[in-house]
């Protein structure tokens, strides 16, 4: 069965400052990966997703994520947030089989003026 | 803009009563999903349908819970009777699956649960 951990579950940022989340994953086969974004109250966005080909991932708002296989890591960027990104993010992976998500825990962005 | 619609945004009920959440899905997708959201477990797969024919809800109490599609521009999720443990943010997705092919999932904006 898939997995995903999110290591960090608050992170605080300064606003400009460039923001790093890590997700880790666990599945037997070429995964389907996710990064969703959840703002209070609110559901859940997506930000970007990674099926196959470029390893570098560009997605919406000026995030973007990069596969590593060797490592089992979906980590998420962003190079200059701005107060608005403070929200939660979750990672999901997805298995062929079934098409379901399994999420991690989420991060919790806050970020500074 | 499409969107997915879940109504009610909000519920407050007291332990033992019915209650029903409900979803629209974006038009033309042929796949809903059912999440929960709790502090302590997360986001949890319920269940899911395609076609409207129910895939999967092995994450689904079933003694309480049921989920079902009247049609392709309805799903439902009702809990009988409700606990105070299902206290929660159940959220609605869907998506569209082609052959072969992972289907994004969108979701709706949630239905805030409170069982007293």
């Known amino acids: 069965a898939q997995s995903v951990t999110q290591p960090d579950i608050h992170i605080t940022v300064s606003e400009g400052a460039s923001l790093e989340l890590r997700c880790n994953y666990s599945?037997?086969?070429?995964?389907?990966l996710f990064w969703y974004v959840q703002s209070p109250g609110q559901g859940l966005q997506l930000l970007l997703k990674?099926?196959?080909?470029?390893?570098l991932v560009q997605g919406i708002k000026g995030f973007e994520a990069e596969f590593k296989r060797s490592q089992s890591s979906f980590n998420l960027r962003k190079p200059s947030v701005h107060w608005s990104d403070a929200a939660e993010y979750f990672c999901?992976?997805?298995?062929?089989?079934?098409?379901?998500?399994?999420f991690g825990g989420g991060t919790r962005v806050l970020v500074k003026p | 803009d499409a969107r997915v619609t879940q109504t009610p945004r909000h519920k407050v009920t007291e332990m033992g009563q019915e209650v029903t959440m409900r979803c629209q899905p974006i038009?033309?997708?042929?796949?809903v999903f059912w999440y929960r959201q709790t502090m302590m477990q997360g986001l949890e797969l319920l269940a899911y349908?395609?076609?409207?024919?129910?895939?999967?809800d092995s994450g689904m109490p079933k003694d309480r819970f049921s989920a079902e599609m009247p049609d392709a521009t309805l799903a439902t999720l009702k809990i009988q009777p409700s606990e105070p443990r299902d206290s929660a943010v159940y959220f609605c997705?869907?998506?569209?699956?082609?052959?072969?092919?992972?289907?994004?999932?969108?979701f709706g904006p949630g239905t805030r649960l409170l069982v007293l």
């Open positions: 997705a869907s998506g569209l699956t082609t052959s072969g092919g992972w289907e994004t999932q969108y």
């Open positions: 599945y037997g086969a070429t995964p389907y």
């Open positions: 990674y099926f196959s080909g470029d390893t």
């Open positions: 999901a992976v997805g298995a062929a089989a079934g098409n379901k998500l399994t």
């Open positions: 038009l033309g997708h042929n796949t």
């Open positions: 349908f395609r076609n409207r024919a129910p895939l999967d």
